[in-house]
């Protein structure tokens, strides 16, 4: 069956530096998203992503974190200058056609130090 | 702003018994999707519900959306080890094409 996959599964960095969490969506989906949870809390949306191009964002999503795919096959999510709040599990998720049916990756948690 | 909200929050259960946490939404349920964690892991699929009064079931665990109570339930029967974590509910928010939003979770613990 297919699946959404996320790399690295676990990144540590310090405070400061960027980081590239990289995720492959299920190979015919059009709609791609990034969540995050932060140990203990809820699951946030972060972004969304169809016809390459953002198509809705949250507060969280300031002008520090940008999404791309490069290819035909990635989705990335870049973190420009990481802070201590940033520490979080990262999910990625991907929906075929109703933006409703979304398929989450394993998650990556990103430690900042 | 829409909210889910799960109960219990958590919920300590003698093995071989049932269970139900419910997720209820302020606002119209378009869909519901449950999954499972494990504390500071990833989501794991349980079930989506798309319509009014669909029940799913997979293996001991069943799923309802009631949307004139704005409410999903779900159901383990005769728990095992195997089904402690923590329950996550996830809604397509009312306002938006591609937003999902979460319940806080039910931390399920199995007692043998």
């Known amino acids: 069956e297919p699946e959404v996959t996320q790399t690295p599964s676990h990144q540590v960095t310090q405070m400061g530096q960027e980081v590239i969490l990289r995720c492959v969506p299920i190979s015919n989906h059009l709609y791609f998203y990034w969540y995050r949870q932060i140990l203990g809390q809820k699951v946030e949306f972060l972004v969304s992503?169809?016809?390459?191009?953002?198509?809705?964002k949250s507060e969280i999503f300031d002008d520090q974190f940008s999404v791309e795919r490069p290819d035909g096959s990635n989705f990335t999510l870049k973190i420009r200058s990481t802070k201590l709040e940033d520490s979080a599990m990262y999910f990625c998720a991907s929906a075929r056609g109703s933006p409703y049916e979304q398929y989450f990756g394993p998650g990556t948690r990103l430690t900042v130090t | 702003s829409q909210e889910l909200e799960q109960s219990p929050q958590s919920l300590i259960v003698q093995e071989g018994k049932n269970l139900t946490i419910n997720c209820t939404s302020s606002?119209?349920?378009?869909?519901l999707y449950w999954y499972k964690q494990k504390y500071g892991e990833g989501l794991i699929f349980l079930m989506m519900?798309?319509?009014g009064g669909e029940e799913k079931s997979h293996e001991k665990i069943t799923a309802k959306l009631d949307e004139k109570k704005q409410q999903s339930s779900l159901h383990i029967t005769a728990s095992q080890p195997s089904h402690a974590g923590i329950y996550l509910c996830g809604a397509p928010r009312v306002d938006s094409n591609y937003q999902l939003i979460w319940g806080a979770g039910t931390k399920l613990i199995i007692k043998p």
């Open positions: 519900l798309q319509k």
């Open positions: 606002k119209t349920l378009y869909g």
């Open positions: 992503f169809y016809n390459n191009e953002i198509s809705e």
